[in-house]
């Protein structure tokens, strides 16, 4: 298995396809269903990059995003937003938050993996 990704999505079909896309490109993948799931992950294992959703219940994308910045050991991990979020001001959010990269969904496995070719080698 290649690089670690963690995928935050509330919705199952979606993590079953970013799933699939990151899989049959030797990406190892482990999920959460929102920002408090991830937040627990993220205290057991590094990851090479975090692709996240921004609706979601308990916590959203935006404010898993802050949290994870201020966190020292991951306060580099590179995140994607993969949202139906296409408004200006939510994606300005995101980047102010740290966000890598903005995708919107329903996405095309070879945009996702192209952006994340760029941020992890």
């Not at 991830?38 to 692709?51: G, I, M, S, T």
């Amino acid at each position: 298995m290649g690089k670690s990704i963690l995928v935050i999505d509330d919705s199952l079909s979606v993590r079953n396809v970013v799933r699939n896309t990151l899989e049959s490109s030797d990406y190892e993948v482990t999920e959460a269903f929102d920002g408090m799931d991830a937040l627990e992950k993220l205290e057991q294992k590094r990851f090479n990059l975090v692709l996240c959703d921004v609706n979601m219940p308990r916590m959203d994308g935006i404010t898993f995003l802050k949290e994870l910045k201020n966190k020292p050991k991951h306060k580099f991990t590179p995140v994607i937003m993969l949202t139906t979020e296409s408004q200006a001001s939510k994606m300005q959010e995101g980047k102010a938050a740290g966000a890598k990269a903005w995708i919107v969904k329903p996405f095309k496995p070879d945009q996702l993996l192209s952006a994340i070719s760029k941020l992890i080698r």
